[in-house]
């Protein structure tokens, strides 16, 4: 039966995109990507293929291109205003924190108006049931630890800000016409690689990321990597003043999508979960365990902090592992092994000539 369930992937060629397409031929789910490669490369699809001898149907297309969207589900059409595409996972939008600052406009296009458009295709086609891509920068800075799916939500940024603004969209439409089914998934810090070290992330240009840019100082890319504060004794006990942070393997994250599908297809209605492991780990214990992993010494310094930077955040995840049956299993050791294995094997990312 799963061989004819149909999922299509936005951004399923970026790095949390490309993880979970995996995971989705390795279940037995057919998938349609649609990204625009705009921070990604049609290679991380093709090595997917690889990996799990699979076929993807690709489409490089913006979201925001409705007509072009809408003739990717009409390809998939199999009666009156019926889709055979089952559900989507709505991965695609840009995603850094500081850029977003610097051009807000193109946030707010991307990330909003990209999700309008496959709505409304999504609707158009009888297709309702929704996976979307949120993040844990919704909680703000939170009063108390751990994160819980009930916390109130503020943000501080353009880029968090465009993902409450769709999580507000979406509690709107499922108000609105209870048949969506819509999982919320908000991520905490997804790091890590493939095991085969054929995929992983391989952002454009300096990378916004801690652990991309720990791996790219480890192969020489970059000199040096900044801790930005060790100042952080608070009462979230960061044991040696560096950044706490609720870091989860890329693998065990897509596993979550993974999960979250057939929930919605048993009519779930609108459900929000935490992804993350339950337990922080600071800046200057990953910096070790990658030194570990990797057999380098990594050159840092200690920089000031960054404005609305926070202390610590981690989730309670135990409403994922009650209501869909999953658990982050990977450990740090796994997340900087696997990044190791990826980036010493491909230096320069999916570039040709690594």
């Known amino acids: 039966m799963r061989e004819s369930i149909k999922v299509v992937v936005t951004g399923g060629a970026g790095y949390i995109g490309s ?18 490669l705009a921070n990604s490369s049609s290679e991380s699809i093709k ?25 990717i589900f009409n390809e998939h059409k199999k009666g009156e205003n019926k ?43 009888g297709v309702k049931n929704l996976v979307f891509s949120s993040s844990a920068t919704v909680y703000g ?30 509690k709107d439409l499922h108000a ?9 998934l908000r991520y905490f810090n997804p790091v890590g690689a493939d095991r085969s070290g054929k995929i992983g992330e ?8 801690l652990f991309p840019y720990i791996a790219q100082v480890a192969v020489g890319r970059l000199p040096f990597l900044n801790i930005f504060g060790d100042d952080y004794h608070t009462k979230y006990n960061t044991k040696d003043g560096t950044g706490v942070r609720d870091f989860i393997h890329v693998s065990d994250l897509a596993l979550g999508h993974i ?66 049956n999953w658990i982050a299993t990977r450990t740090i050791e796994d997340m900087c092994r696997d990044t190791w294995n990826w980036q010493k094997n491909n230096p320069n990312g999916f570039k040709k000539g690594d």
């Open 176 to 184: 609105s016409d209870p048949s969506w089914n819509i999982a919320l």
């Open 47 to 71: 090595r997917v293929q690889e990996i799990a001898n699979k076929k993807i149907e690709f489409h490089q297309v913006d979201v925001r291109d409705r007509e072009k969207l809408s003739a």
């Open 83 to 125: 889709s055979s595409i089952k559900g989507v996972i709505h991965f695609a939008g840009l995603k850094a924190v500081g850029e977003s600052v610097r051009i807000p406009l193109d946030y707010y296009s991307n990330n909003i108006t990209g999700t309008l458009s496959l709505l409304e295709v999504m609707k158009s086609h």
């Open 259 to 324: 999960k979250a599908l057939p929930k919605l297809f048993t009519n779930s209605g609108l459900v929000i979960y935490n992804l993350g492991t339950g337990k922080g780990s600071s800046v200057m214990e990953l910096l070790r365990a990658f030194e570990a992993a990797s057999g380098r010494k990594i050159p840092f310094k200690i920089a000031p902090r960054r404005a609305g930077d926070i202390a610590a955040c981690y989730a309670d995840p135990s409403k994922a592992q009650k209501e869909l």
């Open 19 to 36: 993880h979970t397409c995996l995971e989705l031929l390795k279940e037995g789910y057919e998938v349609v990507v649609v990204d625009n």
């Open 141 to 170: 800075e939170p009063k108390t630890l751990p994160i819980k799916e009930d916390f109130p939500l503020s943000v501080t940024n353009p880029y968090g800000r465009t993902k409450l603004m769709i999580e507000e969209i979406l």
């Open 202 to 209: 391989d952002p454009f240009g300096i990378p916004n990321n």
